[in-house]
């Protein structure tokens, strides 16, 4: 039994002598895989794992495209909506004024105008114009004149926006 093991420990030296003269198996690359050198370690992992390392930066880099153009068309949203709620103010105001122009005019209550006071022609007058401007809103005339003739700037603007908010509406 003795030399049994006598001449185990001899061919294992042996051994061991001939992977030190090759430059395998020290102790520093015993674990790593046989065909692999210390260098390898990053190599190794970049050829198998490199269409992953790919695909994640191309899903990352569209992931930011993607966010930033919502972002840009959102905030094109707010400023459409912004100039949305800016024309109606000012479509309000000038069909205001235009209206009641008119209602003086058929009322002769303009200074130079002189005539009788025509008070279905002041309603028509105001009527078409709310018409010209809501259609212009987007919304439904009815309800928008107030009791003077002129149009109901508040009611315009709650009208709008939420047509805005829930789409544009078919106008004949």
């Given amino acids: ?46 050829s198998e794992h490199w269409k992953t390392v790919v695909v994640s930066i191309a899903f990352f880099y569209l992931l930011l495209v993607v966010t930033s153009q919502v972002d840009e068309n959102r905030s094109r949203l707010d400023r459409q909506a912004e100039g949305r709620r800016i024309a109606v103010d000012v479509l309000c105001g000038l069909g205001s004024g235009v209206a009641k122009a008119g209602s003086l005019t058929f009322s002769g209550e303009l200074p130079g105008i002189r005539g009788k006071p025509n008070p279905t022609a002041q309603k028509a007058y105001a009527d078409v ?12 005339a009815r309800g928008l004149v107030l009791s003077d003739g002129s149009i109901d700037c508040d009611e315009l603007s709650r009208r709008a926006n939420a047509a805005a908010r829930n789409g544009p509406r078919d106008t004949p």
């Fill in 1 to 46: 039994m003795a030399s049994r093991l006598r001449r185990f420990r001899t061919w294992l030296k042996a051994r061991w002598a001939k992977a030190r003269e090759q430059g395998a198996a020290t102790a520093a690359t015993r674990h790593r895989h046989p065909g692999r050198r210390r260098g390898d370690s990053l190599r190794g992992w970049v």
């Fill in 129 to 140: 114009i709310v018409a010209s401007v809501a259609n212009e809103a987007g919304v439904e």
